[in-house]
């Protein structure tokens, strides 16, 4: 079992930046691909990009391409979201979900574990 904490979110005024992280415990002595989706109010969640393992390999949904990049830490066991210039539609619950498969893509059913999310709003 992998269990995945989410933080770093908050109020943040468009054009602004955020950092969230997504920090996994328990059996992290396997290697997974951690992937960051998003839900905004009255929306189905969305995918937003998931990073390898080792790092070397990331995907970004076409939308959050160029202000969105996701990275790993702390020996794997933390990704970051790093979000530049946020909009107001980027308002949404940002959570992070793992991976068995090396390229799990944008589907929700290959990620087995996730975290409960971390609320970001974007004020204009």
């Known amino acids: 079992q992998v269990q995945l904490t989410e933080s770093g979110g908050g109020l943040v005024q468009a054009g602004g930046s955020l950092r969230l992280s997504c920090t996994a415990s328990?059996?992290?002595?396997?290697?997974?691909?951690t992937g960051w989706f998003r839900q905004a109010p009255g929306k189905e969640r969305e995918f937003v990009g998931f990073?390898?393992?080792?790092?070397?390999?990331?995907n970004y949904a076409d939308s959050v391409k160029g202000r969105f990049t996701i990275s790993r830490e702390n020996e794997g066991r933390t990704v970051n979201l790093q979000i530049n210039t946020v909009e107001p539609e980027d308002t949404a619950v940002y959570s992070c979900?793992?991976?068995?498969?090396?390229?799990?893509?944008?589907?929700?059913?290959?990620?087995?574990?996730w975290g409960q999310g971390t609320q970001v709003t974007v004020s204009s």
């Open positions: 328990g059996r992290t002595d396997r290697t997974y691909t």
């Open positions: 979900a793992a991976s068995g498969k090396a390229a799990p893509g944008s589907a929700e059913y290959d990620y087995a574990y």
């Open positions: 990073i390898s393992w080792y790092g070397g390999k990331t």
